[in-house]
T-cell receptor
Framework: GESVGLHLPTLSVQEGDNSIINCAYSNSASDYFIWYKQESGKGPQFIIDIRSNMDKRQGQRVTVLLNKTVKHLSLQIAATQPGDSAVYFCAENIKAAGNKLTFGGGTRVLVKP | GAVVSQHPSRVICKSGTSVKIECRSLDFQATTMFWYRQFPKQSLMLMATSNEGSKATYEQGVEKDKFLINHASLTLSTLTVTSAHPEDSSFYIC????????????FGPGTRLTVL
C-alpha cells in the first residue's frame, strides 16, 4: 500500500551545524504533512506542518520543504543544538481517509558536542 | 493548551490479565481520539480511531476483541488490552483532535506496557 518512508535511519551532526532530514511519500492525496520530534520514552511532539499546496514553510529554527513533483519532504534544523537529539518522524494526513496520520519510519538525530 | 495525558505511564502485568489505559484531553474537547502502538526503534502504527459516542474504527490487522476501545466522553478514551500476552508488550500512544480542527492531533506521553 501507499506509505511514507525515510531515507536515513541515523543522522549525526555537529552542534551548531544545520541538519536536514528527508522523507519520501507516495500518496498524492495527502493534504497535510507534519514533522514530529520524539524523545526517548515520550510521545511525539509537533514541530511544524505544511499544506500540500505550499512548497515551503518556516518556523523557529526549522524549515519544511515540500516537493510534490518528486513527492519529497524535508525538515531543516538550523544551528542544531544538543536538545535537538531525538527521533524525527514525518507524517502525512489524508483528509479523504478521515484525517488519519500515516507515519514514516523515523530518523534518529544525534548531536555531537 | 492542548494537553493530552495518559495513565498509567508504565504498567507491568502477568500474561492473561487485562490492562486498561486511559487517555484524557485536559483542556479541550476531543471529538476524535486515536490509539497507536510503537515497538522499539519503530514508527507509530495506528491501531484505531475512536469517536465520542460511537464504535471505534480499527485498522486492518488489529483485533477489536483484544483491544477494546471506549470513548465515553469528549475528554476520555480508554484502551483495554484483554488477555495480554508478551507480544502485546509495546509503547501505546494516544492522540486527540479538537472538534474545531480538521487535521491537528495532540499526542499523549505514552504508556509502556510490559507483559510477563
Amino acid at each position: 500500500g501507499e506509505s511514507v518512508g525515510l531515507h536515513l535511519p541515523t543522522l549525526s551532526v555537529q552542534e551548531g551545524d544545520n541538519s536536514i532530514i528527508n522523507c519520501a511519500y507516495s500518496n498524492s492525496a495527502s493534504d497535510y504533512f507534519i514533522w514530529y520530534k520524539q524523545e526517548s520514552g515520550k510521545g511525539p511532539q509537533f514541530i511544524i506542518d505544511i499544506r500540500s499546496n505550499m512548497d515551503k514553510r518556516q518556523g523557529q529554527r526549522v524549515t519544511v520543504l515540500l516537493n510534490k513533483t518528486v513527492k519529497h519532504l524535508s525538515l531543516q534544523i538550523a544551528a542544531t543544538q544538543p536538545g535537538d537529539s531525538a527521533v524525527y518522524f514525518c507524517a502525512e494526513n489524508i483528509k479523504a481517509a478521515g484525517n488519519k496520520l500515516t507515519f514514516g519510519g523515523g530518523t534518529r538525530v544525534l548531536v555531537k558536542p | 493548551g492542548a494537553v493530552v495525558s495518559q495513565h498509567p505511564s508504565r504498567v507491568i502485568c502477568k500474561s492473561g490479565t487485562s490492562v486498561k489505559i486511559e487517555c484524557r484531553s485536559l483542556d479541550f474537547q476531543a471529538t476524535t481520539m486515536f490509539w497507536y502502538r510503537q515497538f522499539p526503534k519503530q514508527s507509530l502504527m495506528l491501531m484505531a480511531t475512536s469517536n465520542e459516542g460511537s464504535k471505534a474504527t480499527y485498522e486492518q490487522g488489529v483485533e477489536k476483541d483484544k483491544f477494546l476501545i471506549n470513548h465515553a466522553s469528549l475528554t476520555l478514551s480508554t484502551l483495554t488490552v484483554t488477555s495480554a500476552h508478551p507480544e502485546d508488550s509495546s509503547f501505546y500512544i494516544c492522540s486527540a483532535r479538537p472538534g474545531t480542527m480538521a487535521h491537528e492531533q495532540f499526542f499523549g506521553p505514552g504508556t509502556r506496557l510490559t507483559v510477563l
